[in-house]
């Protein structure tokens, strides 16, 4: 069984020889490795590259790190980093890179969680000045796409990253209907490998696997955590509290209500951003329509994949309309849109009036579930599972309505009907239209 992952296929093609390391990035097991191995690979052979002068190094592999052994044999395999890391010795792999390389044919050079070689930055920069050397690497940790590093790439990196399946892909790829995917995706979600898996035993076990021996201990072992309870503790939380707005105090409260221990704002700060870091969740900010303004706090928590966050609830919490939203907001993020959580201040009549006799107006914040901006275009988007009743429908639009600009306004709910337009232009569409293709 084999998904498609064209759009990140198209990318990679239109990148070729463009003087840059292109950088795959990724929650581990989002299918960066098997988009490069496989898919971009086999387009390589057929465009009649030679296979042996396509190079594939995985540096978390212990088949490919034996390859390194015959070189520099007085020099470890393995040496520690300023942070007292273990990575792969740098020299030993350029050495090797050296062994099977020439400075006349034209060399690809596919390169996996290359955040495990020690000096990586200076080792990919000097891959640049070999100008028939096309380099590609993958990563499952932003840390190593920060600022300080960004500024050693000094502009010589360019950023793709991959998602888990999208519901798109993910109907492809299983040749089923929409309807039938969505029972599935919306409870394991779309780690390329646990959809391919035969039974909802398994891919249960292995998702609770991942969270447990692959995302918590890589956090746990890359920022030296001594309290894993906490850092555990503090995922399910995240977990629970999808689509909803938090902040660290908030969130520090449930923590304290929920485990009878205490944390503190601050590592909540501190254990959000490792969660990001592990691209894990994303943390999106509220941004004021009327007053053109960002809002610091309350933010809203979504999962890379809803899959890992239903397992980390022990698959308790099958809210619809949470996981809905939290789909939403990936697909947004797959078209390659900016994604914000929007809110609108607006004055509402009141049926009261002062002692003058004037009708009071209440200050009312209206949310817009997102702003998606891409380009010069903006999108209001709204998530409403159900918008069956005249009076839902009201509440679901009344946000969008008190929007004055000629931005496109779109509610998406489950209806199953034709795009339609209201008298005041907002246009709702149907979720699997939408999910399926739906040009916004």
Not at 117 to 128: H, S
Not at 196 to 209: F, G, H, Q, R, V
Not at 218 to 241: E, M, P, Q, Y
Not at 320 to 343: A, K, S
Request: with cysteine.
């Amino acid at each position: 069984m084999e998904f498609p992952r064209d759009k990140y296929l198209q990318q990679l093609i239109k990148r070729r020889h463009d003087g840059l390391i292109k950088i795959v990035t990724g929650c581990r097991r989002a299918g960066k490795s098997y988009l490069l191995y496989r898919i971009f690979y086999k387009l390589l052979v057929d465009q009649g590259i030679r296979e042996d002068h396509i190079i594939r190094f995985s540096f978390d592999t212990d088949e490919d790190l034996d390859k390194l052994l015959p070189f520099l044999p007085e020099e470890p395999l393995f040496v520690e980093d300023s942070s007292k890391n273990r990575k792969v010795n740098s020299r030993k792999f350029r050495a090797y890179i050296t062994s099977i390389t020439n400075s006349d044919d034209e060399f690809v050079l596919l390169l996996d969680e290359v955040q495990e070689l020690d000096r990586f930055v200076n080792t990919l920069n000097g891959f640049l000045r070999h100008q028939n050397f096309d380099v590609y690497v993958t990563g499952s940790n932003s840390k190593f796409l920060s600022s300080d590093i960004a500024t050693e790439f000094r502009g010589r990196g360019t950023e793709i990253h991959v998602l888990p399946l999208s519901f798109k892909e993910y109907c492809a790829g299983l040749k089923t209907t929409p309807q039938e995917a969505w029972k599935e995706y919306i409870v394991t979600g779309g780690i390329p490998l646990v959809a391919s898996m035969n039974t909802e035993e398994e891919k249960i076990s292995y998702l609770k696997n991942l969270c447990d021996e692959t995302y918590l201990k890589d956090i746990i072992a890359r920022n030296d955590i001594r309290t894993a309870g906490k850092l555990s503790d503090t995922f399910n939380i995240l977990a629970s509290v999808i689509s909803s707005p938090v902040n660290p105090k908030k969130i520090s409260d449930t923590f304290n209500s929920v485990t009878g221990s205490s944390i503190s704002q601050d590592t909540i700060s501190t254990y959000l951003n490792y969660f990001k870091e592990a691209f894990v969740i994303s943390t999106v900010q509220k941004y004021n329509i009327k007053g053109r303004a960002y809002i610091q706090t309350p933010f809203k928590v979504y999962f890379e994949d809803i899959g890992v966050r239903n397992a980390r609830l022990n698959f308790r919490q099958i809210e619809e309309t949470h996981i809905m939203e939290n789909i939403l907001y990936n697909e947004l993020r797959y078209r390659g849109c900016n994604v914000d959580v929007g809110q609108m201040d607006i004055s509402e009549k009141t049926d009261r009036k002062d002692k003058n006799g004037k009708i009071i107006y209440a200050k009312k914040a209206l949310e817009v579930d997102f702003i998606a901006t891409f380009g010069d275009q903006k999108y209001y988007v709204q998530s409403a599972l159900d918008m069956s009743g005249r009076a839902k429908e009201e509440q679901e639009k009344k946000s969008l309505y008190y929007i004055n600009d000629s931005f496109r306004k779109i509610v998406i709910t489950k209806n199953g009907l034709k795009p339609q337009t209201d008298e005041k232009g907002v246009i709702t569409v149907d979720l699997f239209d939408f999910l399926l293709g739906w040009n916004m």
